[in-house]
């Protein structure tokens, strides 16, 4: 991690506090744009830079930034896996993805992840920041073809039946993890609680949904035929 220089936005006095800002981008030449245009934008200030995952995960909890800019393409870590696991983390901190990325896979799965908002890295300046200042109104800042790229994949998509009906938002994110293929220990570090709570959540699922195994669970999630060889 480098941190950016402890840099702070200008802000004239008794003006509305800063929008802290953190990065997380590999390529040092557009990590270092970013922080300049931050630091020298009125109402921001720029908390910190990550070149990786990694070390963005281990740190950024301490900081909790108001947004984070996440690139997608990270060596390691993917930036979506990063937005999934910091997302359970810092429930309010707003996860805006920039990235050269524009297919309908990957917008999806990064909203999926948590993101907010998906930005192209040929954004100019000023939209950057009005796009900051968007999502940390409540907004969900995106150019227009990513719009339209989402709309028509959501158009060839029937809607399933709500398979975790009942189930608690924690019970819920237990359950898409599961359904996502990853352990119980890892659900645990994901989401920051013991693997015992971890095996309590599993129980209180196939409760409610009347299973009775973790993969006739997740198979009920998905809406797939039930296995019972859990």
């Not at 557009?30 to 300049?36: D, F």
């Not at 800042?141 to 039946?161: D, E, G, H, L, W």
């Not at 659900?187 to 006739?216: F, P």
């Amino acid at each position: 991690m480098t941190l950016a220089e402890n840099c702070t936005g200008k802000t004239e006095p008794g003006a509305s506090p800063p929008i802290k800002v953190s990065i997380v981008e590999d390529d040092a030449a557009v990590r270092a744009m970013l922080c300049k245009w931050i630091r020298q934008a009125d109402g921001f200030q720029c908390l910190a830079d990550f070149e990786n995952a990694e070390t963005a995960v281990a740190a950024m909890p301490r900081d909790a930034p108001d947004v984070a800019l996440v690139d997608i393409n990270l060596p390691g870590i993917s930036g979506i896996e990063c937005v999934l696991r910091l997302k359970f983390r810092l429930p309010h901190t707003q996860f805006v993805i920039i990235t050269g990325y524009e297919d309908a896979d990957h917008i999806l799965a990064a909203l999926a992840a948590g993101a907010t908002g998906y930005l192209l890295k040929r954004t100019r300046r000023a939209e950057l920041l009005t796009a900051l200042r968007e999502v940390h109104a409540g907004g969900s800042p995106m150019s227009s073809n990513i719009a339209r790229k989402i709309v028509q994949s959501f158009q060839r998509i029937s809607p399933k039946p709500n398979q975790a009906e009942g189930l608690s938002p924690r019970e819920s994110d237990v359950l898409e993890l599961l359904a996502r293929g990853y352990l119980y220990k890892e659900v645990a570090e994901i989401i920051g609680i013991s693997l015992t709570t971890v095996k309590t959540y599993i129980h209180r699922i196939c409760e409610k949904l009347h299973v009775h195994s973790r993969a006739e669970a997740v198979a009920h999630y998905a809406n797939l035929p039930r296995r019972s060889d859990a």
